[in-house]
């Protein structure tokens, strides 16, 4: 961003008016006028702009997120900012009415030279908008869309109002923009390797990317995509995909390749186009866009034709050979080929595997080929069909063609009446909410019929009308019926039909999708050996490689906490974040503790459309496949209660639940990070494993972008207050969520008053951290005692029942920490809170294995063979897990993270 005497700089260098600094100066001061949302079908998020500072809104991943890549890496634009503030226009309607109305642009972009506003719509929306009101949006002969009301307002303070549609998006550019985003980011490098990088490529001018990575001196590709993003080597990023380095030619600098662009082609020799042979005489006949033209009269500079109206027309000799060389102007035989090409086309066509194997059969038959008892007339028949098909086409073996498909009378015998009525029924009472059945709908028809003093005999019956539904559309059916969720798995697919980025990405990492499923089995405490219900599963998986990047189950619906470790679990295997994570529209994915940390890590955030589960099949697919391969094979799973009636106390889940959430963390683990990953995915015909390796060697390892998984991740991966501050008291501390903690450190005179950024550990409410002199202090709880080894959730429980307990005494009673500790003792007997309890301790054992505290060495081949009995002793469980063949990461407080800052 620009500071504040390079933005008054800036101003005095565009001699901008009063009205237009203060214009932009609102907008600079302003937060975004509204927070974007999913629709039916866009997908929206958030974009971590280096440049700003901050994440950026997009609405659409198809028009404002290219676009957003070109603002972020255009040297020419200073700033730009999302959703600016709402601008008041004056338009027309179509009518022709005058009418004012407060509209929010896309974007505000500063430029170099100039300033102004900027809407993304697609083609097919700016259309439609021409259409119904060509006074707003239009085409002008610049053939650029122009937004007139906005053009008009903008231009009062000689600013400008653009309208970038999805036309105007280099998809090419924007798919090696994303490749490099990683690489823009600061990276040391090997000054000695870069040199001689330079010079090598100064030397052999024009080499392509694939020659550079078989050369001898064997260029890492980090370095060489560091290059390419600091501009130190040059690749024409608008011509083609890195991603196939045998297309993409590199130069020591832009010059240098403009140069050699421009030698290689004065080099060139094309070959002419033939021009086609066609006579200029006097009654020749002439075709132009399929108008006939006969010739009347050749001049020594000119030719008079004349048109099927008997119009004449004078044109110079040159032009006509102009239009013939063109292909523009054609002969009457050329014509009739092409018309006689194209019919033979269409007969062939649509002509069955059956019809063309008897049409050969015929076609050798009276070649004399083959024998066969045939008639004289059968063979004379086929004969004369072959020949006048030669004679009409061109072509006589589309006469030898079967023409079985026009035999019959195929029209409909029911009057054009009937069919309008039946269909007007089905609107009206089958189509709708009400979901009558056809025989209901069908019921109402005939009654109809019959007021109309209609026959009986005259009526159409019950097949007919139910074949008139099946007729129609099945998505459009449901839709009315049952609503587009319903009608959802009915929806075409979505079909790539110009080129724009891959679906899944070009490289491991770059695209991560996240989701939560309840998983089809019943678990049991490992102490107490209580029914616990069932688990949440979730999951993070690279779309790429298919490869499952980390998971988390607990027993909490999912909530930010699920989030939030997922997210540290995918750091401290992989070391890393995707470039872009995907996610549906949950509450959980909406919180500003999730939306907060990815900001800070550099991912950019993507929510898919509302129900459209498509849009995550890779995780959808790995849910069936985790269930099929794994739950399926486990005592108490759930397969059999989606039969209600055949469910006895005898092989009810809940009554042959052995598996305890540790055991069941610690296989579920085995089974995505080794078995899983070492099978053939039929998506990819190799190994998600083998994709990972094979995507890592060829596009780069992204050391540089590597996370050190320690104590302060931990503690950054924790959720703290709603300003993410909190103010520190006298003799009391600081204060999270009602409850107040207190560290030695804030004895400091300097720190009373003060606001720190403070963090709180959701599964154990007795701690929190506070970021006092460029470190992390831990701070207990003044209740440590009873807080200690709590959970969030089970806080919030307790919670709950005492404002309820309490509502009729004191309806606006304020909790205390006091109160809250003295009542979880009073209550820790109940049920409710009993079984929370019990799930918390359940999970610990997860977050210790996390950390290392439990490890597996048990054979990966049979671990499914492997169920567990009642008396199973948990020490021997937590001794056997040894299977993460990963480095022990251990906490470096030398190398601290400073408080959350964007970007």
């Known amino acids: ?104 642009p896309d974007f505000f972009v500063i430029w170099q030279d100039s300033a102004g506003w900027i809407e993304c719509k697609t083609e097919k929306d700016l259309e439609k908008l021409q259409s119904k009101n060509p006074r707003r949006f239009s085409l002008g002969n610049d053939q650029q869309w122009h937004y007139l009301p906005g053009e008009v307002y903008a231009a009062k303070l000689g600013l400008h109002f653009r309208v970038w549609s999805d036309s105007d998006i280099n998809w090419i550019l924007y798919r090696n923009l994303i490749f490099l985003d990683d690489y823009f980011s600061q990276n040391e490098i090997d000054e000695e390797e870069k040199s001689l990088l330079i010079t090598l490529i100064s030397r052999n001018p024009g080499m392509s990317l694939n020659e550079l990575f078989n050369h001898e001196h064997n260029f890492s590709k980090d370095l060489v995509y560091t290059s390419v993003a600091r ?77 099927g109206n008997h119009n004449s027309l004078e044109l110079k000799i040159s032009e006509i050979e102009l239009l013939i060389t063109a292909g523009k102007i054609k002969s009457l035989g050329s014509q009739l080929e092409s018309l006689n090409e194209s019919r033979v086309f269409e007969f062939l066509s649509t002509a069955s595997k059956n019809d063309l194997a008897t049409a050969n059969m015929r076609f050798n038959y009276i ?138 990405g070009d490289r491991p990492l770059e695209i991560g999708h996240i989701d939560h499923t309840e998983l089809d089995i019943e678990l049991k405490c490992s102490s107490t050996g209580k029914n616990l219900g069932k688990p949440w599963l979730t999951l993070l998986t690279d779309a790429k490689t298919r490869r499952i990047l980390a998971i988390y189950i607990t027993f909490d619906p999912p909530s930010y906490r699920s989030c939030m470790m997922i997210i540290r679990v995918c750091i401290q295997r992989n070391g890393r974040l995707p470039q872009t994570i995907v996610t549906d529209n949950g509450a959980e994915f909406h919180s500003i503790y999730y939306e907060t940390l990815l900001t800070y890590l550099g991912s950019t955030i993507k929510y898919r459309p509302p129900s459209k589960s498509r849009f995550s099949s890779v995780c959808e697919r790995l849910f069936g496949t985790s269930s099929k391969q794994l739950i399926y094979n486990l005592s108490g799973n759930t397969q059999i209660t989606k039969d209600v009636r055949v469910t006895t106390k005898y092989n009810n889940p809940k009554e042959l639940a052995t598996w305890n959430l540790g055991d069941l963390y610690i296989y579920f683990s085995l089974w995505a990070y080794e078995i899983y990953d070492q099978i053939t ?40 207050t709603r300003k993410g501050t909190a103010r520190v008291r006298a003799g009391k501390g600081i204060q999270i969520k009602n409850i107040h903690y207190w560290a030695n450190d804030f004895r400091d005179p300097a720190l009373e008053g003060a606001d720190v950024d403070v963090r709180y550990d959701p599964f154990d409410r007795g701690i929190a951290y506070a970021f006092l002199k460029g470190r992390w202090v831990e701070c207990k709880s003044a209740q ?63 977050l210790k294995s996390l950390e290392g505290d439990v490890f597996l060495e048990k054979d990966s081949n049979s671990f499914l063979e492997a169920e567990k009995s009642n008396e199973a002793s948990d020490s021997i469980t937590l001794d056997a897990y040894n299977k993460d063949e990963k480095e022990e990461v251990y906490d470096d407080n030398s190398s601290m993270f400073q408080p959350m800052e964007l970007i």
């Open 1 to 104: 961003m620009l500071s504040q005497l390079e933005y008054n700089s800036w101003c005095s260098r565009n001699n901008l008016s009063i009205e237009a600094k203060e214009e932009i100066n609102k907008i600079r001061a302003s937060q975004p006028a509204r927070k974007v949302g999913g629709g039916y079908k866009n997908v929206c998020g958030q974009y971590p702009s280096r440049k700003m500072g901050v994440s950026i809104q997009f609405e659409s991943h198809k028009v404002e997120l290219p676009i957003l890549y070109k603002l972020e890496y255009d040297d020419s634009v200073l700033e730009y900012y999302d959703q600016p503030n709402q601008i008041k226009l004056l338009s027309e309607t179509a009518q022709g009415t005058k009418r004012a109305y407060l509209t929010t």
């Open 231 to 307: 501009s130190e080597i040059y690749i024409d990023l608008n011509s083609a995909p890195i991603v196939e380095p045998e297309k993409c030619l590199l130069f020591a600098n832009k010059e240098a390749a403009i140069a050699y662009r421009i030698s290689i082609d004065s080099m060139s020799h094309l070959p002419k186009p033939q021009i086609p042979l066609i006579k200029l005489q006097s009654g020749e006949k002439l075709f132009y866009e399929n108008q006939e033209l006969t010739i009347l009269l050749i001049g020594s500079e000119s030719v008079f034709l004349k048109d």
């Open 367 to 504: 070649q004399g080929n083959i024998e066969g008892d045939y008639s004289p007339e059968t063979v004379r028949k086929w004969k004369r069909r072959f020949k006048l098909a030669e004679k009409e086409h061109g072509n006589g073996f589309i006469g030898l063609l079967p023409r079985n498909h026009r035999k019959g009378n195929r029209t409909r015998k029911i009057s054009e009446e009937k069919i309008i009525s039946m269909n007007q029924i089905i609107d009206q009472e089958y189509e709708t909410f009400k979901q009558q059945s056809i025989m209901s709908s069908y019921s109402h028809f005939v009654r109809i019929q019959g007021n109309q003093e209609i026959s009986i005999d005259d009526i159409p019956c019950y097949k007919t009308f139910a074949q008139e539904i099946k007729k129609r559309p099945m998505y459009e059916k449901e839709i009315k019926r049952r609503g587009h969720r319903a009608a959802y798995k009915h929806s075409e697919f979505y079909y790539e039909l110009s080129f724009s980025v891959p679906r899944h």
């Open 681 to 720: 995915h039929s998506s990819l015909g190799i190994s998600p494993q083998e994709e990972w390796q094979i995507g890592i060697a060829k596009f780069g390892s992204r050391e540089h972008k590597f996370i050190v998984y320690d104590k302060n991740l931990k503690i950054l991966t924790m959720p703290g």
């Open 784 to 846: 440590y005692s009873t807080f200690q080894g709590r959970s969030e959730k089970e806080i919030e429980m307790a919670s709950a029942e005492y404002r309820k307990r309490n509502e009729r005494s004191n309806k606006n009673l304020k909790l205390s920490a006091s109160a809250m500790g003295k009542f979880l003792k009073e209550i820790e007997v109940e049920e409710s809170l009993q079984r929370q309890r019990l799930k918390d301790l359940e999970s610990q054992r997860i």
